[in-house]
């Protein structure tokens, strides 16, 4: 830096001493300013080697070009400065792997050892293993190549599917309800108890290159850490018919109001929203059960504690039987329902009350149930000024799609009529295409005192008929059967459905199935539903 010149001021006459003015100082000159060529290259390249997840580089491309001097992005340079890599270098995220299978699978966990038997050899007792090409390379850094894993990269569903029996390895963030999640050694990622710690899949994620260029990377670093955020699950449990009456209600008298719900329970105290369809109105002056009585059903007020028990949070008010002891004791039940802290959809207290869905917020998923009884009986519907459920109509539909529109998960179901098979006859399969082809995510058949099969139609998971949860019709295998469904969501979609199958004994009260009749009830119903 040049020195300061001073002036040559002669001394002070009046003071006697030596002043230097200071408007005298030359003042230095200012350092350079850096400035910045936009044209001359970055100092660093970024780029990551194949296999790395979508949306790890999705964020370092923000980061390159959140800062253009100091990063940029070249695709596919192994010679980069900075290389995203799987299991090579400073850490950077865990990525979660999961072992599926097409949901028309009967078999629900696997182990490790087959797993990796299975990638060695590109079977496994669950079928032929496929993989996508990102998953392939993902796992071929870790694990090495496969000797017989199927590659696919078109039509991964479809391919799959056909070649079933198969089972894929995919990351979580790619599940959808067409796959079903196979337990690895007992651990499933779409339950809320599920830790990543000591899972042989959750592969990590790294960094490597120039130590300068790493450390300047990773001070910029806003990515994931993970692609499974436990705050973006949620799990609603739907059932199918309960009617708390006749012979199951004779039950309840002799052995406890919770004892139909002692096995069940635990499916539906879990969820973060439970579900029932209760078809039958609490009535203050509804007589003893009669095991053999007739159709017209009502239930007594202690009852209601099963359901409080269970940890219902949305009551389904579809059922053609609400209105049996006519409309002033299904009034009197919604609220007993709302000083329960519980919600209703599909009927009302009126035909305005009736239409409103119920909407839930949770984890940052928006969901709304939404239903309607096409069939009636007349009596059952629901009046301007009178409780009942909600006739079926084009607003339902309109209602759909604009629920659908403001991002919510539109949770359809239909009280249609009643078929006594498996498969779902072309009459119901059309009516339930209607809901899926508004907007629906889910639509589900309230109406289905036998259990029944599935579809999918677009982005839309159909279950025909969960069959009865609570009901006393013990006089066929498939009204003895029951399913309660398991929705999983994450991030605002779907991306799996959990199936509890039970079966109904002593008219009241369904067990977990043994495995050889989970088995033969799943085998059924998947070839019902034409797979």
């Not at 392939?136 to 590659?151: C, K, M, N, Y």
Request: aromatic share 10%; net charge negative; charged share 15%.
């Amino acid at each position: 830096m040049p020195t300061p010149t001073l002036a040559v001021v002669a001394p002070s006459e009046t003071t006697g001493s030596d002043v230097v003015p200071t408007e005298a100082i030359v003042p230095p000159p200012s350092p350079p300013v850096a400035t910045v060529d936009p044209s001359s290259p970055a100092r660093f390249t970024l780029s990551a080697v194949p296999g790395v997840p979508p949306a790890l580089i999705d964020a370092a491309r923000e980061a390159a070009a959140n800062n253009p001097q100091q990063f940029q992005w070249v695709d596919h340079d192994p010679a980069a400065d900075v290389l995203l890599t799987i299991n090579d270098g400073a850490p950077l995220a865990h990525w979660l792997y999961v072992v599926a299978a097409p949901f028309a699978t009967v078999t629900d966990g696997t182990t490790w050892p087959a797993v990796t038997a299975g990638w060695s050899s590109g079977t496994s007792e669950l079928g032929t293993l496929f993989v996508d090409p990102d998953t392939s390379a993902a796992l071929t850094a870790v694990w090495g190549p496969s000797a017989g894993a199927h590659v696919v990269e078109d039509d991964f569903i479809g391919t799959v599917w056909a070649a079933r029996p198969s089972w894929i390895i995919v990351p979580f963030e790619n599940l959808r309800p067409e796959w079903k999640v196979v337990r690895l050694d007992g651990r499933s990622p779409l339950t809320h108890d599920f830790v990543s710690d000591g899972y042989p899949l959750a592969l990590p994620m790294t960094v490597r290159g120039d130590q300068a260029a790493v450390d300047a990377f990773l001070g910029h670093w806003a990515g994931p850490s993970t692609n499974r955020d436990p705050a973006r699950l949620t799990r609603v449990a739907m059932s199918g018919v309960t009617a708390l009456v006749r012979a199951t209600a004779a039950q309840m008298e002799q052995r406890g109001i919770l004892w139909p719900g002692e096995e069940v329970a635990a499916v539906l105290q879990s969820a973060d929203v439970a579900h029932i369809s209760n078809e039958v109105s609490f009535a203050a002056d509804c007589p003893y059960p009669d095991a053999y009585g007739d159709t017209t059903f009502c239930s007594r007020d202690p009852y209601f504690e099963l359901i409080k028990h269970l940890g219902i949070d949305v009551i389904e008010l579809t059922g053609n039987h609400l209105n049996d002891y006519g409309r002033e004791p299904l009034s009197r039940t919604i609220d007993m329902y709302e000083a329960a802290g519980m919600k209703w959809f599909g009927g009302g207290r009126n035909l305005a009350d009736a239409t409103q869905p119920a909407i839930f917020e949770h984890n940052g998923n928006r969901i709304a149930f939404v239903g309607c009884n096409p069939v009636g009986p007349a009596n059952d519907w629901a009046l301007a000024d009178a409780a009942g459920s909600r006739p079926c109509g084009d607003d339902m539909m309109a209602q759909i799609a604009q629920l659908r529109s403001e991002g919510y998960i539109v949770i359809a179901t239909l009280q249609y009529n009643e078929h006594y098979v498996y498969y779902a006859p072309p009459d119901q399969r059309a009516a339930f295409s209607a809901l899926a082809a508004a907007g629906a995510s889910i639509v589900s058949g309230s109406q289905a005192h036998h259990a029944q099969g599935f579809a999918f139609e677009g982005d839309t998971f159909i279950h025909y008929g969960p069959g009865n949860l609570f009901f006393d019709q013990m006089d066929m295998m498939g009204t003895r059967q029951t399913f309660v469904d398991t929705y999983v969501l994450y991030d605002g979609r779907p991306i799996g459905v959990e199936l509890w199958t039970g079966l109904i004994e002593n008219w009241a009260r369904p067990r977990l199935m043994t495995p050889e009749e989970r088995a033969e009830l799943l085998q059924t119903v998947f070839q019902a539903s034409g797979w």
